[in-house]
């Protein structure tokens, strides 16, 4: 069973920058999976946020976060990242990350198997 974690959540101001880690828990490897961040608003479907393969050749982002956030792995410390700059208030979400060894459709949440607990970002202008 693979456990994620995610932390680096906060309240910030508006222009801001933030980093998200997901980590694995219990021992167990996510080194050759594929891993996406998705976030939540309250009241709103899930939006996709970004997404790296196992050796980095593909990565992904959504059109609301491209040119702002940065996707990023170190697979000898078991985590991926997030980072976040120039926040603006509609980025307000549960951030989640999410794993699976087969992803076909990397922007669709159902491709996912493990996901972490989330961790809230909050941007104020």
């Known amino acids: 069973q693979v456990q994620l974690v995610e932390s680096g959540g906060g309240l910030v101001q508006a222009g801001a920058s933030l980093r998200l880690s997901c980590a694995a828990s219990?021992?167990?490897?996510?080194?050759?999976?594929?891993i996406a961040w998705f976030r939540q608003a309250p009241g709103k479907d899930y939006e996709f946020v970004s997404f790296?393969?196992?050796?980095?050749?593909?990565?992904y982002y959504g059109d609301s976060v491209k040119g702002r956030f940065t996707i990023s792995r170190d697979n000898d410390k078991n985590r991926v990242y997030l980072q976040m700059d120039s926040l603006k208030p509609e980025d307000t979400a549960v951030y989640y990350c999410?794993?699976?060894?087969?992803?076909?459709?990397?922007?669709?949440?159902?491709?996912?198997?493990?996901w972490g607990q989330g961790t809230q970002v909050t941007v104020s202008s």
């Open positions: 999410a794993a699976d060894q087969i992803v076909p459709v990397h922007h669709d949440p159902d491709q996912y198997t493990y």
């Open positions: 219990g021992g167990t490897s996510i080194s050759t999976y594929g």
């Open positions: 790296i393969s196992w050796k980095r050749r593909d990565i």
